[in-house]
């Protein structure tokens, strides 16, 4: 407190206002994903009991929101928000203006004085306060924002994880967590993938049986579940509010067992199959050729869509081997067309690029360079998530608790060491709309399961989708990634500590 006191000064204002000991460094925060830039001038902006957040539009209240979140942990008190167009307000400015750094992008201006975020979007506004938060992380004793300026703007523009609730279901509270993860790394995009042989998980009010009986068990023989429409809508709303969309997955042809065990109708051989609670693949399809198949998707694909704002729905496609492909790809070609009259863009793993792709149209590359350049070649854009570096489900190596390892053992440096447009000469950043890393549920059936896949491997996938290659290195990227599981206790995040790291 002495030391405090002795260096109080009078401020310009005259206010008293602290000094500090040794210069502060902006540019040393351990910030992931790393923005494009960071500069230091060495002094503190002081936070105290007066502080306030200033906005002038009420669509930076989400992010006004989730700063006084982080301010009041730090101050014990909570800090106003006040709405005022004066941009020389002494407090933190969060303010939207026309200025540069894309739809995403934001930068930051700390001087003693004041703290300035801007951005063209709310978006760029809560990302910057994410920013904020891992800025702050080291500092305990005073409370302050280093000085300095720092400009940031992601490189892809979609940056999403795929969480597999139909192996194992998860629960609305499960989603939202999950979702208050990705937010903090800047990811944007959550694929739910809703159905598969194990279950179906999602109400779809003109074929109840979906969920009455292809939503009652899981993998091993739990009990499953699904989410109402009105819980869905609660997950979409949520999400939405810390700027992630959702982007539903209905896989099909193949994956399509719990479906084929609800009605007996959609078989062939109009009998209905058994319910699976194993974890092979590959050896259940639709009924391709009938026109039942195609009424029913509609009605599947019209409610999901109607509850689902953003643009994508995920048509699956992957690893249909008992569908004969001469009738696989007539399937893939009219569910883009069903998919496009509901008013969304068709995304499917990479085989679907054997069929003509629609227009926007996006693949998935998980397994096949092959099909991702025939999608490319098609002009389709791509979401990169190959299943041996980005699969979330894979093992850390051969002694993990959770996790598969057809693909690979990834562990942590081998899951952050890798480029999206340098994976294949023909893939370049031009034809990528961004990254995903999928968490399949085989093996995970509860959040601190799904935890251990995820932490310390997520926010290594959250950097390559937003920042730019040469400014990417594992020496880098590790001491910061350490100082981050401060953060995971805090948030009660069961990580794995991977021996790769050096854990505090
Ligand atoms: C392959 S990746 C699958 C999934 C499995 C996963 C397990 C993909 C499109 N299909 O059905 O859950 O491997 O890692």
Redesign the pocket.
């Known amino acids: 407190l002495l030391i405090l006191l002795s260096g109080l000064i009078m401020a310009s204002c005259g206010k008293p206002r602290p000094q500090l000991e040794t210069p502060s460094d902006l540019a040393a925060s351990p910030v992931i994903p790393l923005p494009a830039s960071m500069t230091s001038t060495g002094g503190g902006y002081f936070l105290d009991q007066d502080t306030e957040i200033f906005i002038s539009d009420s669509s930076a209240m989400l992010a006004a929101g989730a700063l006084q979140d982080v301010l009041k942990n730090q101050l014990g008190t909570t800090p106003a928000i006040v709405m005022s167009s004066d941009p020389d307000e002494e407090g933190i400015v969060l303010r939207l203006s026309e200025d540069n750094n894309g739809a995403e992008g934001y930068s930051i201006s700390i001087t003693e004085d004041q703290t300035v975020i801007s951005s063209a979007n709310p978006a760029g506004l809560f990302y910057a306060v994410q920013t904020l938060k891992q800025v702050i992380v080291n500092n305990e004793k005073l409370v302050y924002f280093p000085t300095g300026e720092i400009t940031d703007a992601p490189v892809y523009e979609y940056r999403g994880m795929m969480l597999?609730v139909a192996?194992h279901f998860f629960t609305v509270e499960e989603v939202k967590r999950t979702i208050d993860y990705l937010a903090f790394y800047k990811l944007n995009y959550l694929h739910l993938h809703l159905s598969?042989d194990q279950g179906w998980r999602i109400e779809i009010k003109s074929w109840p049986k979906l969920t009455e009986i292809g939503g009652s068990t899981e993998v091993g023989g739990g009990p499953g579940g699904f989410y109402t429409q009105e819980e869905y809508k609660d997950i979409v709303t949520y999400a939405a509010e810390h700027f992630i969309t959702i982007v539903p997955e209905i896989d099909m042809p193949g994956?399509t067992n719990a479906a084929l065990a609800s009605y007996a109708e959609l078989n062939c051989d109009g009998k209905a199959t058994e319910l699976y609670t194993g974890t092979r693949?590959g050896f259940s399809t639709l009924c391709t050729d009938m026109e039942l198949t195609y009424e029913f998707l509609d009605d599947v694909i019209g409610e999901i869509s109607a509850i689902t704002p953003g643009p994508y729905f995920h048509i699956g496609g992957?690893?249909s081997h008992v569908t004969p492909m001469e009738d696989y790809i007539p399937f893939i070609e009219r569910v883009q067309e069903i998919v496009k009259k509901h008013g969304k863009i068709s995304v499917g793993?990479d085989e679907i690029a054997n069929a003509k792709l629609l227009e926007g149209n996006i693949a998935q590359w998980?397994?096949n360079a092959e099909n991702a350049n025939k999608a490319l070649a098609q002009g389709a854009k791509l979401i990169i998530s190959p299943?041996n570096k980005a699969?979330l489900?894979m093992q850390y190596d051969s002694t993990s608790q959770f996790g598969?390892h057809?693909?690979a053992y990834i562990p942590v440096d081998s899951g952050y060491i890798w480029s999206a447009d340098k994976l294949v000469p023909e893939i370049k950043r031009e034809n990528i709309l961004g990254i995903e890393a999928?968490l399949?549920s085989?093996t995970i059936s509860e959040l601190d399961e799904a935890e251990y896949l995820m932490f310390p491997r997520l926010p290594g996938y959250a950097e390559i989708g937003w920042t730019t290659e040469d400014k990417r290195d594992w020496e880098s990227y590790k001491p910061r990634l350490e100082i981050h599981s401060k953060l995971w206790e805090d948030m009660g995040i069961d990580f794995y500590r991977s021996p790769q790291l050096e854990w505090n």
């Open positions: 597999d192996r598969d994956h693949v992957d690893e793993w998980w397994a299943a699969y489900d598969l057809w693909a999928p399949w085989e």
